[in-house]
């Protein structure tokens, strides 16, 4: 048995869907899990240079025999859910809904709408957190995925109990992820900057909740970092310390050229700032991880594009991941040198600690 939960340390997008569809392929997880709602967006590139986009489902679709299941503490948009379903041509037998999954209804982005929330907090308007307060209040008009078979037929075939399901697989020994949301800096509980975060808690802890798992079962908890991390546009979004500008990572990186990276769901070009070593301690903290992995490795220095091998990366890498190692925590087992899910490597050797890593100042 193992429970692996992927959770962000920053303020989302920092890789956990590459990294989460990287250990689904590497440790042949039986069952990938998605939390969240369609508001965030998590993505690779493939070996085809494609980009991957999923707001619902899981990035472990990526290995053939892995089941893809959504739990009972998500929402669901069911159009998006849909259209992603049938996009990758999954088949029906890949696929589970928990019946409590609570529906975002068109009211919901109506709602968000007529709040303000993009121009207050740069919401996406999903209906996200206008659902998730109707769900806290039991309104009457509340429904789950099990009240709209009526009215989307197609959801009916993949209906069932995620946590029951999840619970008898570790029981039977199978091997199951967690593919966490958003990022540790937006906790609707932990974060330093409520109200700018998001409508969730989005720590390990908060995810094991949304499943229906006791934490006495997890084996593995993988916190994502990036190298410069990124908010989503518009200053009302909240404060990212040590703000920079796309051109000036590009001079520094050496990128032979632009970079900017965008919002999966509104498209918007996202802020991006020096990594905080502060909020990295302070999320590693909080979720106890076993395991650590670090994307944009490229960012540091073009030249680390690609690199397999820890003992080739640029001085910047390397004085970086020192510092890392020094004030964060002890070691780091995988690395991002690129967008592509093949640009993930696993350092080698990998010693796998026996408690979890902390480094205690």
Not at 222 to 240: E, K, N, S
Not at 247 to 269: A, G, W
Not at 327 to 353: F, M, T, W
Request: with cysteine; net charge neutral.
């Amino acid at each position: 048995m193992s429970l692996w939960v992927v959770v962000g340390g920053q303020y989302g997008s920092e890789g956990k869907g590459k990294v989460s569809a990287f250990i689904t392929k590497q440790e042949n997880i039986d069952i990938c899990v998605r939390c969240g709602g369609p508001n965030s967006g998590h993505s690779f590139v493939d070996e085809h240079g494609k980009t991957i986009v999923l707001r619902q489902l899981p990035t472990g679709f990526v290995n053939p025999r892995t089941r893809l299941l959504i739990p009972a503490g998500a929402l669901i948009d069911p159009l998006i859910l849909k259209q992603e379903i049938e996009s990758i041509g999954l088949p029906r037998e890949r696929i589970g809904i928990d019946r409590k999954c609570f529906i975002i209804e068109e009211k919901d982005r109506e709602k968000e709408q007529a709040l303000g929330l993009r121009e207050r907090l740069s919401s996406t308007l999903c209906g996200v957190g206008a659902a998730q307060s109707r769900r806290v209040l039991r309104a009457e008009d509340a429904r789950s995925a099990r009240d709209i078979s009526s009215e989307h037929p197609w959801i009916s075939q993949y209906l069932t109990d995620v946590g029951d399901e999840v619970n008898t697989a570790l029981d039977r020994d199978k091997k199951v992820l967690i593919e966490g949301t958003q990022g540790f800096g937006l906790s609707l509980y932990h974060s330093d900057h409520f109200p700018k975060t998001t409508s969730r808690d989005t720590t390990a802890a908060g995810f094991l909740s949304e499943v229906g798992l006791s934490p006495r079962l997890v084996t593995e908890i993988v916190v994502v970092f990036r190298t410069f991390p990124i908010r989503v546009a518009g200053h009302q979004a909240g404060p990212l310390k040590d703000e920079i500008t796309w051109d000036q990572l590009q001079q520094e990186s050496r990128y032979p050229n632009p970079i900017e990276e965008r919002t999966s769901v509104t498209h918007k070009i996202r802020r991006v700032g020096r990594f905080d070593w502060e909020l990295a301690k302070r999320a590693v903290l909080f979720n106890r991880p076993t395991r650590l992995a670090i994307n944009g490795v490229d960012y540091l220095n073009f030249e680390n594009l690609g690199i397999r091998e820890e003992q080739n990366l640029t001085a910047e890498a390397k004085n970086f991941l020192d510092r890392f190692y020094s004030d964060v925590a002890p070691e780091v087992q995988y690395l991002g040198v690129g967008p592509k899910l093949s640009h993930i490597v696993r350092l080698s050797p990998c010693n796998q600690p026996a408690s979890p890593v902390l480094r205690v100042a």
